[in-house]
């Protein structure tokens, strides 16, 4: 049965939340290579399509991603991600056959409220996942570059998205967004921030 399109708005300016998970909950990451390999692939992805990028973490088995897009459709965004990191992998350890269960999840951020929010639930997931005690222990995590005022990574958009969390100087909304994650870090249940919209 063929699958059922997927409804996206093509505006500029929109932010998603993107959810990529193993077939099967099977791990996608066996080795720290693997985890750079994806990183330079959202980078050379952000270079061809110039998304920008707010946070990300990728665990053993599942990534998130938080990307806001300019003129382009996030699914083509994420098919050339998946496809070649896909590819790499399955050369690399000599497999066939799907790496991601389905294709993704990706939900429209459409509420000011929620892009922090959103960000916050991405950096605390290798918390909650018991991976690490603090987020910014968490190196294939984006909160490291947040934590260490590493603005200038080459991957993150750290100053674009402290922006939208309201007025001041970067320096000043880093703190603001670090304090923001170790209050909701306190709250041991998902948070209930997902107003958004939901893909399909």
């Known amino acids: 049965m063929p699958r059922k399109l997927r409804q996206e708005i093509n505006s500029p300016g929109a932010l998603y939340h993107v959810v990529c998970r193993g077939v099967n909950e099977k791990n996608i990451f066996r080795y720290p290579r693997d985890y750079r390999k994806l990183l330079k692939i959202i980078k050379r992805a952000k270079e061809k399509y110039r998304f920008r990028l707010y946070s990300y973490s990728l665990m053993p088995n599942h990534f998130h991603l938080q990307i806001r897009v300019e003129n382009i459709f996030i699914s083509k965004i994420m098919h050339y991600i998946n496809t070649c990191y896909a590819s790499y992998f399955n050369w ?22 929620y892009f ?16 690490v005690k603090n987020p910014e222990d968490y190196q294939w995590g984006s909160f490291k570059f947040y934590y260490q005022r590493d603005y200038n990574n080459g991957l993150v958009d750290c100053v674009e998205f402290l922006k939208l969390g309201g007025e001041g100087s970067a320096e000043d909304l880093c703190q603001d967004y ?3 994650v170790k209050s ?3 709250n041991p249940k998902r948070p209930k921030f997902v107003k958004s919209e939901k893909l399909t």
């Open 92 to 113: 690399k350890y000599n497999r066939s056959g799907h790496l991601f269960q389905d294709r993704y999840y990706a939900s429209l951020i459409d509420t000011e409220f």
């Open 116 to 131: 922090w929010a959103v960000s916050a639930y991405i950096d605390l997931n290798p918390v909650r996942a018991k991976i």
């Open 178 to 180: 670090l304090e923001f």
């Open 184 to 186: 909701e870090s306190k």
